[in-house]
């Protein structure tokens, strides 16, 4: 035993003192901060203006894509807002006077038609634009100047001073050289130069490029035929960028709007009766029977209960196949290196081969440590006002319900890939002649990853419950079945089959391992393997 602890001693220094170890603790977090950061940094900072050409040949549609884009670009900075008081807005400081806010409101907007009953104290700061006001009091430039001062109002003395974003669209003039009066097709193909980014327009900043061009035709919105509701005839839009299409999606809702309301009005009906009526919303009440009596309402936490299963899978996938890989490197480095013969002189096979798996095990158990160390110190730093999933979150991850689950099926779902990892680097002497088993050990572990996203719509499903019985995918559909309560001959049945499995993998790779540490030459086959497995000791 003192042998095999010491074995497991040096492979976990020796692998500690690696560059890939320390690079591995620290990219996981590294990662989690980059996922929740960059993409809401590169919406802010890193998309530039989208800059325009607008043709209204109708002379009157025109104006209801610049309300379009009005509102697009009012959206972000109201975002941009909320986000801003969220920030510089101490918790103790008194909650915003949202009555007497909506009251102005209502004064300066009639349109509005809030009740200051609809809305609780954080509602301005933490509700999305979309369910809070409607656009046309987005769209008035007056009423969201009022919005702005209001907001920025409740902020302390010595906050920053709040810089808009950038709008994220941007009306421009046609180049001086290309008159609006040409015909529209040859007007379009003056433009292609700019479109096709050839030639950069002048802007109050520089240059930039033409985003997108929207060519308004003189009949826009006349039936092509069909019923009253049928389709109209609609712009053209040009743009190189068919990613990107918040622009053309905006104006045509906006322009589509606006022909249901003059259809409602030729057929005699109250356009703003209908509004009225279209925004009718039902509220929905969802309640769980598993839950005691009077807590039965599903709240945040519950939702991400019902999910958090799926990280814990990944991260599960991530550390098993990490310290099973690095068990297999070893292996075929010291194999190659013929450092594994004097290892043998000292130490019985079997010691050398409990010392690697003991050893790299607790590798992995520090490395999976600092993870979720990690993992809990970002969600406590996200967890401010506003971050409601990270707090909720946070609760869900740090419970006995997902820790201990997760820490099991770590270790047996280790044993068994280890041994299977293990196998395969005793019998092979270079990393080429290893990757012919990998391919289809990498098929059978990409299984769980196609799955995990399925399993939690159907954890006590068929497929959820016949993969829990397959041992090689059993500790990662039984974790991703953990916040479902699976039926207790499942949780217990295939806990004991995982067992059983573990084990045997565990003394068959060790009689592979007996034969094949010492073996050079080419890779044995795979009915060469068996005989190994079963012959007599």
């Given amino acids: 035993m003192i042998r095999t602890w010491r074995v ?15 690079l591995g603790i620290l990219m996981f977090p590294l990662m989690i901060v980059i996922f929740s950061q960059v993409p809401q940094f590169l919406e802010d900072r890193a998309t530039p203006t989208r800059h ?36 510089h807005r101490p918790p103790q400081t008194a909650e915003i006077d949202v009555a007497a806010v909506i009251e102005q409101l209502d004064q300066m907007l009639p349109m509005v038609g809030a009740e200051a009953g609809d809305f609780s104290a954080q509602d301005l700061i933490s509700r999305d634009l979309d369910s809070l006001l409607p656009d046309e009091f987005v769209e008035d430039a007056q009423a969201f100047a009022f919005l702005r001062a209001t907001l920025l109002g409740q902020l302390p003395e010595g906050a920053p001073e709040f810089e808009p974003p950038r709008p994220r669209f941007q009306r421009v ?6 008159p609006e009066s040409l015909p529209d097709d040859e007007l379009e193909e003056a433009l292609r130069p700019w479109l096709t980014g050839d030639r950069e327009l002048e802007v109050e900043d520089g240059e930039a490029e033409l985003f997108a061009l929207l060519l308004l035709p003189r009949d826009i919105g006349e039936p ?58 039902l509220a929905a009440e969802t309640l769980d029977p598993k839950k005691e009596a009077g807590e039965e309402k599903v709240s945040l936490v519950d939702k991400l209960r019902q999910w958090a299963p799926v990280g814990f899978v990944y991260l599960l996938w991530i550390s098993i196949f990490t310290t099973a890989q690095m068990l297999l490197n070893n292996m075929i480095e010291e194999k190659s290196n013929r450092v594994v013969e004097v290892l043998l002189s000292s130490v019985t096979p079997g010691e050398l081969m409990t010392g690697k798996l003991l050893g790299i095990a607790l590798l992995g158990l520090t490395m999976l440590g600092a993870w979720m160390i990690s993992l809990l110190v970002v969600l406590e730093w996200k967890a401010g006002p506003g971050a409601e999933w990270a707090i909720g979150l946070l609760e869900v991850a740090v419970t006995p319900q997902m820790l201990v689950p997760f820490a099991v099926y770590f270790v047996l779902g280790y044993l068994m890939y280890a041994a299977i990892f293990g196998s395969i680097g005793s019998v092979c002497s270079t990393i080429k002649d290893a990757q012919n088993f990998m391919g289809p050990v990498m098929m059978v572990l990409m299984v769980p990853m196609i799955t995990m996203f399925f399993i939690p719509r159907d954890p006590n499903g068929t497929l959820a419950t016949v993969l829990s019985w397959i041992p090689l995918y059993t500790p990662f559909v039984m974790m991703n079945r953990a916040a479902a309560d699976p039926p207790a001959f499942d949780l217990y049945g295939t806990m004991i089959l995982l067992v059983v499995s573990a084990g045997g993998m565990l003394w068959a790779s060790a009689r592979i391992f007996r034969i094949g540490m010492l073996r050079t030459g080419q890779p044995p086959r795979l009915l060469e393997l068996l005989r190994w497995i079963t012959r007599p000791s």
């Fill in 173 to 178: 003039p046609l180049p001086a050289d290309i």
């Fill in 224 to 281: 092509l035929g069909g019923p009253l509701g049928g389709a109209r005839k609609g712009f053209r839009y040009w743009s190189s960028n068919l990613a990107d299409t918040d622009l053309e999606s905006a104006g045509r809702r906006r322009i589509a709007t606006e022909l249901r309301r003059r259809a409602y009005a030729a057929e005699g009906v109250d356009p703003e009766i209908v509004s009225e009526v279209q925004g009718i919303t």
């Fill in 8 to 22: 497991a001693t040096r492979e976990y220094l020796e692998n500690t003192k690696t560059k890939g170890f320390w």
């Fill in 52 to 87: 325009f050409v607008l043709i209204d040949r109708s002379d009157e549609f025109g104006t209801f894509v610049e309300q379009a884009v009005a509102l697009q670009n009012r959206k972000g900075e109201f975002e941009a807002l909320q986000k801003f008081i969220r920030k």
